[in-house]
């Protein structure tokens, strides 16, 4: 090889596979797509979480009986996830205070869990065109 082909040869980028890709591509590759699983679990935790606490709330609202296994699993489950949202606002109404705390923590989760996801993806490897 001449001095003037080796100055021209990119001496970073990794050798082509058999199947033609460059290996950094596939690696860079591989991990984003696990990033974007991540961020996607992320985001359906932060859906399943509202749709508990929601449940919940409209449960509470229609009057669902208490005793029933279903409004049972919405009021165990939903519980932990109002945080410090559940009795922010003390209003007349007890159901409307339900809802109001239910609903913010339902979108408090939707909220964290679109920018954590958006923060998985903005660290992901990208291939050299910009694209994993």
Known sequence: MTAKEMS???HDDPPPTSS????GARA?????????L?????RLVG??????LAGHALLTVFEANPANAVTRFFA???GPLTLWFERLFILDDPKLTIVVGYGLAAI?????AA???RLLRAVRPRTRSGVV
């Open 20 to 23: 033609g890709r460059r290996l």
């Open 115 to 117: 920018v954590v996801a």
């Open 28 to 36: 860079g590759n591989g991990a984003g797509k696990a990033i974007d």
């Open 38 to 42: 991540v961020a996607r679990l992320v």
């Open 76 to 78: 165990e489950y939903s």
């Open 8 to 10: 021209t040869t990119p």
């Open 47 to 52: 859906a399943t979480f509202a749709v508990l």
């Open 108 to 112: 408090f989760w939707l909220v964290v």
